[in-house]
């Protein structure tokens, strides 16, 4: 199992920062590694809600079905997808601080029904780049954001 977690301080309040990184459906317009979103349920972001994100993934076109797995609200939220054997756990944090707001995400692969230890050789190769992707989201929403507060 293997476990990224990269964080990033945002000057704006929890509820604003809480509220971008929530509207799912503009993720394209401020992460640069989204090509697009389709949503698979419908309403407000809520607990149960689905979506299918088509990213590049070194270089190639990539698409999972997510689904957000907990969600408190100005506070931390998990998405989590399924691809290929492997369970994928994404879980934001969101710390108020007097300057604005820490956002913490942590990444975490599970084998879902692989042999124990079969992921093993590959974590360390992709902790790396996990950290780079995450890293670059986590500075793609703050630039985004801030060009945005008043």
């Not at 989204?34 to 088509?54: C, F, H, N, V, Y």
């Not at 691809?83 to 300057?99: A, H, N, Q, S, W």
Request: charged share 25%.
């Amino acid at each position: 199992m293997a476990t990224v977690k990269v964080s990033n301080q945002f000057d704006a309040p929890v509820e604003r920062v809480f509220q971008y990184f929530t509207d799912v459906e503009r993720a394209p317009v401020h992460v640069s590694g989204i090509r697009k979103i389709e949503m698979l349920t419908t309403g407000p972001l809520k607990l149960g809600a689905r979506w299918r994100e088509t990213r590049d993934v070194l270089g190639v076109s990539d698409s999972a079905e997510m689904e957000l797995t907990a969600f408190e609200r100005n506070r931390t939220y998990t998405i989590t997808h399924h691809k290929g054997g492997v369970r994928v756990d994404t879980v934001f944090c969101f710390e108020p601080t007097k300057d604005g707001t820490t956002v913490s995400v942590e990444f975490e692969l599970a084998a879902d029904g692989l042999p124990p230890g079969l992921l093993m050789p590959l974590n360390w190769a992709m902790e790396g780049k996990v950290r780079d992707v995450l890293s670059q989201d986590l500075a793609d929403m703050k630039k985004s954001l801030e060009i945005e507060v008043p």
